[in-house]
């Protein structure tokens, strides 16, 4: 069974406090409890994440390091909160720029009275496709602009939440190099009184990032020819069942996803996101149960994200996703490509 709703609002989030309920000061980044399962088949996927928080919070007059906080990206690199007066980003720096690595992010927030989001990919990379002699790349780090006016705005305030990944280069074999488990990221900024004196102004940032360590979710392939044998993943989410990703080559091909279980009640819920724009428009949810041992399949968007809800045997997995393909070019097909990326939040 399948019902899907274009939805007018996102779902609640929790509301980004206003900074003077803020601690002022600098958090550091924390790393909560890790705990793993004896064996797989024992294994709760929510219990093996590794969760971390990076924020920022300064009002008035404050020392200027009080501006940015940093912390790490299991496996991929830095990630760095910056509110300045003058500068309000989230920034990434990959280990390694011969990877592709990109921050996949819905970003919400409110435009001209209006709820909108827009799907962002921020990228850092040497070779943009697999014609690229390595002259073609992004500097060393990429990140997300939060102002909409210059100078800043007085005011603003909003979330993000996404995926960020990294993977082999375009320029080589999807599987050339080791899988990196990808990192899910829930982002709020909230800032007040920047185009007023210096004592009036305040700021808070905050970044909560989970990893699961255990395995990889992520499908890559760069290349019809590479397409062969890397089109179907799959990721154990026990005790629910298995993920299932499907990514194929060709211009009536399918790139969807399912959950493989043996509970007849197992549900799934999804968002997905694409482009930019009113909420309304460019935000969908599905709704689906289970039939034959599997709940789907569901498409995956040519060119955004999802979140997803999996519930099966009394648990739930919640995670987001992050797709992008190109498999209809049939001059070039060695410029076709397919890169998915999950992590659970």
């Known amino acids: 069974m399948t019902r899907r709703t274009t939805l007018g609002a996102p779902m609640p989030r929790p509301a980004v406090l206003p900074v003077a309920a803020v601690a002022l000061a600098v958090v550091v980044a924390m790393l909560a409890t890790v705990a793993t399962a004896p064996d797989a088949e024992a294994r709760r996927a929510p219990d093996d994440v590794i969760t971390k928080t990076i924020s920022l919070s300064w009002q008035g007059k404050t020392n200027k390091s ?39 992010l819905a970003k919400y927030e409110k435009k001209n009275d209006n709820d909108v989001v827009a ?49 082999t280069g375009r320029h080589l074999p999807g599987g050339a190099q080791d899988a990196v488990p990808a990192t899910s990221i829930k982002f709020s900024w909230w800032w007040e009184n920047f185009r007023e004196p210096r004592r009036f102004r305040s700021c808070s940032m905050k970044a909560e990032l989970a990893t699961d360590p255990t395995q990889s979710t992520m499908l890559t392939w760069h290349g019809d020819q590479d397409s062969e044998g890397r089109t179907v993943v799959t ?31 197992a549900t799934l819920r999804a968002r997905t996101i694409t482009a930019e724009g009113l909420i309304d428009d460019h935000v969908e949810e599905d709704y689906m149960e289970a039939a034959g041992g599997y ?46 990326a999950a992590a659970p939040f």
């Open 295 to 340: 709940v789907g399949p569901l498409d995956m968007p040519e060119n955004g994200m999802m979140e997803l809800n999996l519930t099966a045997h009394g648990r739930t997995v919640n995670m987001f996703l992050s797709s992008y393909f190109i498999t209809n070019d049939d001059e070039n097909p060695h410029l076709n490509l397919c890169e998915v």
């Open 66 to 104: 009080n501006y940015t906080s940093s912390g790490r990206i299991p496996g991929i690199g830095q990630l760095k909160l910056v509110c300045k007066p003058k500068n309000t980003i989230l920034k990434i720096k990959p280990d390694d720029r011969n990877r592709e690595t990109t921050m996949w």
């Open 235 to 265: 990721s154990d989410l026990s005790p629910l069942g298995t993920l299932e990703l499907t990514c194929q080559t060709g211009r009536r091909s399918i790139q969807w996803l399912r959950l493989i279980t043996d509970d007849p009640n």
């Open 119 to 167: 799907v962002k990919n921020v990228r850092v990379y040497r070779y943009d496709t697999a014609d690229d002699d390595g002259t073609g790349g992004t500097g060393k780090a990429a990140h997300e602009g939060l102002n909409q006016l210059t100078p800043i705005e007085t005011f603003a305030s909003g979330y993000a939440e996404g995926v960020i990944s990294t993977r």
